[in-house]
């Protein structure tokens, strides 16, 4: 067979490849609803992705499974847009017309589905969004149905393909190991699923597309590939507890901050009136004793009652000691002013004191869990 005749072939059974385009369109849509809805041309923010539907672990984990497939068609910048379309558009030509438009549906999906998992497999709690997964899949069944068909394949076409596709995935893999934020794992969980998936397809050139629902292979390298993603799924390590606790502990924490702010402000206050002869003692005292007290108290019950996750914990605790010594601190404060005695004064300054170095700890130990 020569290249004229094998081009006629390829275009005998599809002529127009607009699921490539429809899927390349989609994905742009995508972008610009991204670009709209962070009010930005050019890196869209984590949060505006997480909201449209990134894969996330502990999203997934929490009951948002559809993130595994709506993530593919979400794009973080114009160059990772612009990158993957280019090699959609390059790789459909060739796998819509060989495996056809079903074929080519059904490979960029469950491909793309394989790329999430395995990203959440290596990587639990990291943010991962872009088509690349499937479409090294789209590659990866190429490859092997180059191999499979090699003598239906013309020297020169069969060089410029097999060069094409190694190239694609070798540099691409490359890469995704000296450049920061690409995700390897999602390309070669896309890879697995395309070579799987493409090994059992391989639809004969001479004959229909369709042709390839018939093999048995192919539905057993459907099987292999549903078996590799429920590894994969009963594999992710289990996150989702501890990042819910995470963020209610983060919420407290900063509920916690506000309150604390607050009553510092009260305290200062008070402070103030005395001195401008406003307010007695015994009052200021009272005032203490009877509506700021309680209300720290209930910070402090709040902030001891939450679970939270082990990374917090060191956090927690230093947050805790700051509470109490600050309780302590504002109780001997109370109790100098009902008495006059500066002894007590000279306490609540040493408490005051061991509660901001507690307060910094607390700032130390976010900084070290930030860093991690």
């Given amino acids: 067979m020569n290249e004229d005749e094998f081009i006629d072939r390829l275009h005998a059974r599809v002529e127009r490849t607009w699921l490539s385009y429809a899927l390349i369109g989609i ?14 041309w050019w890196t869209v923010r984590s949060d505006v992705l997480l909201a449209m539907g990134a894969d996330f672990g502990p999203k997934v984990q929490s009951g948002e499974s559809w993130r595994l497939l709506t993530a593919i068609f979400l794009h973080g910048n114009p160059l990772h847009i612009v ?15 060989i495996f056809g438009r079903f074929g080519m549906a059904l490979l960029f999906l469950v491909c793309g589905l394989m790329g999430s998992l395995a990203s959440i497999w290596w990587r639990a ?11 090294f899949g789209l590659y990866g069944a190429l490859l092997v149905w180059l191999i499979r068909r090699r003598h239906e394949v013309p020297l020169g076409i069969f060089k410029q393909l097999r060069s094409g596709t190694l190239g694609f995935i070798v540099y691409s893999l490359f890469a995704g190991v000296a450049l920061p934020g690409i995700d390897n794992a999602a390309h070669l969980g896309g890879l697995l699923g395309g070579m799987l998936l493409g090994s059992g397809m391989a639809p004969p050139l001479g004959k229909p597309a369709r042709q ?3 093999q048995r292979t192919t539905w057993l390298a459907l099987l292999a590939v549903l078996a590799c993603a429920g590894w ?30 607050q009553l510092e402000q009260q305290v200062q206050s008070l402070m103030r009136q005395m001195q401008a002869h406003q307010l007695r003692q015994a009052d200021a005292a009272r005032m203490l004793d009877e509506e700021l007290l ?15 996750a082990p990374a917090d914990a060191s956090r927690h605790q230093a947050l805790l000691r700051y509470a109490s010594l600050r309780h302590s601190a504002l109780l001997m404060l109370a109790r100098a002013l009902m008495t006059g005695q500066p002894q007590w004064l000279r306490i609540a300054a040493q408490r005051q004191q061991e509660a901001e170095a507690a307060l910094l700890d607390s700032r130390e130990e976010r900084r070290e869990q930030s860093a991690r």
């Fill in 27 to 40: 994905c742009v849509v995508v972008f610009i609803a991204e670009l709209w809805q962070g009010r930005t």
């Fill in 83 to 97: 990158l993957n379309m280019l090699a959609l558009w390059q790789v459909g030509y060739f796998v819509e017309r």
């Fill in 125 to 135: 709690q990291g943010l991962s969004v872009g088509a690349s997964g499937a479409i």
């Fill in 212 to 214: 390839q629902w018939r």
């Fill in 232 to 261: 994969l799924w009963h594999s992710v390590p289990q996150v989702a507890v501890a990042w819910q606790q995470h963020a209610e502990f983060s919420q407290v924490v900063h509920d916690f901050a506000l309150h604390d702010a």
């Fill in 294 to 308: 309680p209300g720290w108290q209930a910070q402090i019950d709040r902030l001891a009652a939450i679970s939270v």
